[in-house]
C-alpha cells in the first residue's frame, strides 16, 4: 500500500519535479516547454532591428520573418528572413535550415554580390549582418542540440514576470563550431516561456545577455515575446528586435525556402 501511495503522488507533482539528477530534470524543464509549443505550423511577422552602439547612436532596419514547423527526429525548424529597409540591406536575406545532430544548413544573399552566399557551419558564431545576434542564435533551439543541467529556482529576471519563479537551467551547445561554451537561461514555470539568457563565449567569460519580453499569447495557446533585447558586454553594443503581430498557422509559401529563389525574393 505505501508503494502505490509514493507512486500515486509521484505522478501527481509537475513534470519538472519529478526529475532525479540536475541533468534529468534540466532536460525535463527543456522538454515540457518544447511540448507546450508545439502544432504552430508556419508563422509571418514583420520585425523591427533597432542596432545601438556603445555611444548610444541608433540605426534601424525593417524586415520580415517567415518560419516553418518542423516536426522530425533528426531536423529542426525552418526560418527564412528577408531585409525590406534601408536600402544598403533592402534585399538581404538568411535562409536557416535547424538539424539536430547533422551540420546545419544557412544562406546568406547579398544584393550587392548579387548571389547566395552559404554559411559554413565553422562561420556560426559570425555576427549577423553586423548586429550582436550571432548565425546562430538564428537557428531553432530545438532541445537535442544542447546538453542540460538544472541550476536553482528563484524570481524572474524582468519586470512583468517579477512575481513568478523561474527554473535556472544551464545548457551547453551539443553542436559543432558554437561560439559559446554555454548559456544559462531563466524560464518561468507557469508558462515555460525564457525570460533570460546568458551566453559565455569559447573563454566562459559572460560576453552577452537576451531577454525576452511583452509577451503575447496567440490562437490562444502559443506565446511570442514581442520584444528581444540582445546587449554584448565586450563591445557595449546593443541590438533591439521588436516585433509586429505574430500570424500562426498562416500558410506561409513554402516556395520562398529554397536558396535558388532568395535572390527572387520581395
Not at 76 to 94: E, H, I, N, R
Not at 152 to 177: G, I, N
Not at 237 to 252: P, R, Y
Amino acid at each position: 500500500m505505501r508503494k502505490l501511495i509514493l507512486a500515486l503522488v509521484v505522478a501527481a507533482l509537475p513534470l519538472a519535479a519529478r526529475a532525479e539528477s540536475p541533468e534529468e530534470k534540466g532536460l525535463m524543464i527543456a522538454k515540457e516547454a518544447q511540448r507546450r509549443d508545439e502544432g504552430w505550423v508556419d508563422s509571418k511577422v514583420d520585425a523591427k532591428m533597432v542596432l545601438e552602439n556603445k555611444q548610444g547612436e541608433k540605426s534601424e532596419r525593417n524586415m520580415r520573418i517567415r518560419a516553418l514547423e518542423v516536426t522530425s527526429d533528426v531536423d529542426g525548424d525552418k526560418s527564412l528572413v528577408y531585409f525590406l529597409s534601408p536600402p544598403d540591406v533592402q534585399g538581404t536575406a538568411l535562409l536557416s535550415f535547424t538539424h539536430f545532430t547533422a551540420s546545419d544548413d544557412q544562406w546568406l544573399y547579398l544584393p550587392a554580390l548579387k548571389r547566395v552566399k552559404r554559411i559554413a557551419s565553422a562561420n556560426k558564431s559570425g555576427s549577423f549582418v553586423g548586429s550582436e545576434f550571432a548565425f546562430e542564435d538564428l537557428l531553432a533551439q530545438e532541445v537535442p542540440r544542447f546538453t542540460y543541467k538544472y541550476l536553482r529556482d528563484e524570481p524572474c529576471p524582468t519586470d512583468e514576470a517579477k512575481t513568478l519563479s523561474c527554473f535556472v537551467v544551464e545548457r551547453k551547445p551539443a553542436y559543432e563550431h558554437s561560439g559559446y561554451s554555454r548559456q544559462i537561461g531563466w524560464m518561468d514555470n507557469k508558462d515555460y516561456l525564457l525570460r533570460k539568457i546568458e551566453f559565455f563565449d569559447r573563454k566562459s567569460e559572460h560576453s552577452k545577455t537576451l531577454l525576452f519580453t511583452n509577451y503575447r499569447q496567440y490562437l490562444g495557446k502559443f506565446w511570442r515575446a514581442q520584444k528581444l533585447v540582445m546587449e554584448n558586454h565586450l563591445t557595449g553594443k546593443k541590438t533591439t528586435l521588436q516585433f509586429g503581430d505574430f500570424q500562426l498557422n498562416a500558410t506561409v509559401d513554402q516556395s520562398e525556402f529554397d536558396p535558388d529563389a532568395l535572390s527572387r525574393l520581395r
